[in-house]
T-cell receptor, first 114, second 112 residues
């Protein structure tokens, strides 16, 4: 049974047209993460929520926003996508904030900006 | 923040042959080490992790890794690979905060 579900799996959008990616989890984990993974590169952390506390990475572009309305759901909003935002976006959860535990990943949302 | 170096970007290997994927990390007082696997068009799945204790860690699908503190390495091995092991493998490290730093990945292609 899927525990971290991302929608949509594939999204094509036009340059500058806003897009929202969603993530839901059935694990009741308190930490949720968004990673960006470009082709043949390592996943790069964009931001994470520890419960309702939002933590933005210093180099995450202002173009990227996130919302977590409740424990189960988290959204990634890209306000004005550029060609360079074409990537796989991975949502992950963990039970604790420190990394003695495991991250559980969704299958990813592959975004293509034309 | 930690940095992770995966020394091989591509590893071709024949079925039933052994494979070793190399990973080095920047030194720290204490680290937690992970290997993740990513199959095509899927998310990442944990293979194994080192938190403390025995330096030889066994994971799923017959993989194991050895933590070597003096060499700051955490190499992944499997004695006999299958076609189904074709995937991308990521080494990751944390020094206990929320941030997991990933290596650039190693693509393993298993050939019959």
């Amino acid at each position: 049974d899927a525990m971290v579900i991302q929608n949509p799996r594939y999204q094509v959008t036009q340059f500058g047209k806003p897009v929202t990616l969603s993530c839901s989890q059935t694990l009741n984990h308190n930490v949720m993460y968004w990673y960006q993974q470009k082709s043949s590169q390592a996943p790069k952390l964009l931001f994470h929520y520890y419960d309702k506390d939002f933590n933005n990475e210093a180099d995450t572009p202002d173009n990227f926003q996130s919302r977590r309305p409740n424990t189960s759901f988290c959204f990634l909003d890209i306000r004005s996508p550029g060609l360079g935002d074409t990537a796989m976006y991975l949502c992950a959860t963990s039970r604790e904030g420190g990394h003695t535990g495991e991250l559980f990943f969704g299958e990813g949302s592959r975004l293509t900006v034309l | 923040a930690q940095s992770v170096t995966q020394l091989d970007s591509q590893v071709p290997v024949f079925e039933e042959a052994p494979v070793e994927l190399r990973c080095n990390y920047s030194s720290s007082v204490s680290v937690y080490l992970f290997w993740y696997v990513q199959y095509p068009n899927q998310g990442l799945q944990l293979l194994l992790k080192y938190l403390s204790g025995s330096t030889l860690v066994k994971g799923i699908n017959g993989f194991e890794a050895e933590f070597n503190k003096s060499q700051t390495s955490f190499h992944l091995r499997k004695p006999s690979v299958h076609i189904s092991d074709t995937a991308e493998y990521f080494c990751a490290v944390s020094d206990g905060d929320y941030k997991l730093s990933f290596g650039a990945g190693t693509t393993v292609t298993v050939r019959a």
